[in-house]
């Protein structure tokens, strides 16, 4: 099956410092790959899609700014936390579409997340 | 807004008994319906999708319903195992676009 993976798994930072995690589609080729945050017990809210090649949409209330997205090659996307807060702390999560498959049967697979922890 | 709505929220349950889980949606034009698993501290992962032409889909002890019409759906464990402690989310896809609408999630906790 399709596998996602990020890194790193967890991370801590000091407040005002910058985090890059990366998601990784091993072995299939993601033309739209999805970033979420998810806070403790609840689920997973949408931050933004990531198109290889072009800018990212963000999801009203993201700031844009703030959560850098690349999306530079067919299996690779990062998100950049810049200059982390302590209320930047979450568990984030990416998914991958593999291309080809079309509604209504298309999933997402979804990496095993990103625990930051901003101090 | 498109909504997904679970219940219960939580549910503990011993070791080798049945339970059953509940989505109501109100996403339109509806897509698909997926179930996932996620284990404390990762990501999802999926069990079933059925579209709206399904009624069941089985995934070893998971038996998932749905029901179009009434915009509902269920997730059934069968004898449960420790291992199925974890939080089990409804996720809901409209036909319009890409992105998906998450229930909360129920919370089932399996005790020996």
């Known amino acids: 099956g399709a596998v996602v993976s990020q890194h790193p798994s967890w991370v801590i930072c000091k407040s005002g410092t910058s985090v890059k995690i990366e998601c990784r589609s091993l072995?299939?080729?993601?033309?739209?790959m999805f970033w979420y945050r998810q806070f403790p017990k609840q689920s997973l809210m949408l931050m933004a899609t990531?198109?290889?090649?072009?800018?990212?949409?963000?999801e009203q209330g993201v700031e844009k700014d703030k959560f850098l997205i690349n999306h530079a090659s067919l299996t690779l996307s990062t998100l950049t936390v810049t200059s982390a807060h302590p209320e930047d702390s979450s568990f984030y999560i990416c998914?991958?579409?593999?291309?080809?498959?079309?509604?209504?049967?298309?999933?997402?697979?979804f990496g095993p997340g990103t625990r930051l922890t901003v101090l | 807004k498109n909504q997904v709505e679970q219940s219960p929220q939580s549910l503990i349950i011993l070791e080798g008994k049945n339970c059953t889980l509940q989505?109501?949606?109100?996403?339109?034009?509806?897509?698909?319906l997926r179930w996932y698993k996620q284990d404390t501290g990762r990501g999802p992962v999926s069990l079933t999708i059925?579209?709206?032409?399904?009624n069941t889909k089985s995934n070893g002890r998971y038996t998932a319903t749905l029901d179009a019409d009434t915009k509902q759906s269920s997730l059934h464990i069968t004898a449960s195992q420790l291992s199925d402690s974890a939080s089990y989310i409804c996720?809901?896809?409209?036909?319009?676009?890409?992105?998906?609408?998450f229930g909360a999630g129920t919370t089932v906790t399996v005790r020996a």
């Open positions: 059925m579209t709206f032409s399904e």
């Open positions: 990531s198109n290889e090649g072009s800018k990212a949409t963000y």
């Open positions: 998914s991958a579409r593999p291309p080809g498959l079309a509604a209504p049967t298309d999933t997402q697979y």
């Open positions: 072995d299939f080729q993601a033309t739209t």
């Open positions: 989505c109501n949606y109100t996403v339109s034009p509806f897509s698909n």
């Open positions: 996720v809901v896809r409209g036909s319009n676009d890409y992105k998906l609408s």
